[in-house]
Nanobody, 121 residues
């Protein structure tokens, strides 16, 4: 079975940094598109970043230049490095996956439980 487990969330001051991790099991990591989503209270879920099975990267405009998605094939883990955090980055962050070279509009089949990121102003 496919399992995605996020970690690394927490409380940080504006301007600070966090690195989120998503450990994947039951998948061939480099044959999947991996993505990070987030959902803030009273707001729609939004795609933050993705890395496809071909290595293509995509970022939301709101995080471009501040966040970096990367993967470690040996560890079957995807990371989201978040720098220069803002109050509006506060949300629950979810790891998601789907087979093949997905896009921003693709349906993602597998989801983690989420990890809370809170940025104080």
């Amino acid at each position: 079975q496919v399992q995605l487990v996020e970690s690394g969330g927490g409380l940080v001051q504006a301007g600070g940094s966090l690195r989120l991790s998503c450990a994947a099991s039951g998948v061939t990591f480099n044959r999947y598109t991996m993505a990070w989503f987030r959902q803030a209270p009273e707001k729609q879920r939004e795609l933050v970043a993705l890395i496809t099975s071909l290595g293509t990267l995509n970022y939301a405009d709101s995080v471009k230049g501040r966040f970096t998605i990367s993967g470690d094939n040996a560890k079957n883990t995807v990371y989201l490095q978040m720098n220069s955090l803002k109050f509006e980055d506060t949300a629950v962050y979810y790891c998601a996956a789907r087979p093949g070279p997905g896009t921003v509009s693709s349906v993602y089949n597998y989801w983690g439980q989420g990890t809370q990121v809170t940025v104080s102003s």
